[in-house]
């Protein structure tokens, strides 16, 4: 009877060590995926950093006074032009006045 008992708890012990292990595995899974996003949420934040200070250092110095004069240039023409394309009516229907 006492082997009975003895085996019954080693069965019940190794059932339990496999749920367990189970659960530990499920857990790891989770912790990977959150790992996985917190790597990809902190790639993309150094990637606008970077682009960041890419931005204010070419914009530093004589030749970025040129270069910023002319991105404004491109910008204040680009801007006008999508007001009289929508002056006229001409432009796509977002652009379009509505009567």
């Known amino acids: 009877m006492a082997t009975i008992i003895a085996a019954l708890t080693n069965?019940?012990?190794?059932?339990?060590?496999?749920g367990l292990s189970l659960l530990y595995s499920v857990l790891a899974?989770?912790?990977?995926a959150f790992a996985?996003?917190?790597?990809?949420?902190?790639s993309i934040l150094k990637l606008g950093q970077s682009i960041t200070t890419l931005v204010l250092e070419l914009f530093?110095?004589?030749f970025g006074f040129v270069l910023a004069n002319f991105a404004a240039i491109f910008v204040i023409?680009?801007?006008?032009?999508?007001?009289?394309?929508?002056q006229q009516g001409k432009g796509p229907k977002v652009l379009q006045k509505r009567f």
């Open 60 to 62: 530093q110095g004589m």
């Open 36 to 42: 996985l996003v917190q790597s990809m949420i902190e």
């Open 29 to 32: 899974v989770f912790q990977a």
């Open 11 to 18: 069965f019940g012990l190794s059932l339990a060590a496999i």
């Open 77 to 86: 023409g680009a801007v006008y032009y999508l007001y009289t394309l929508r």
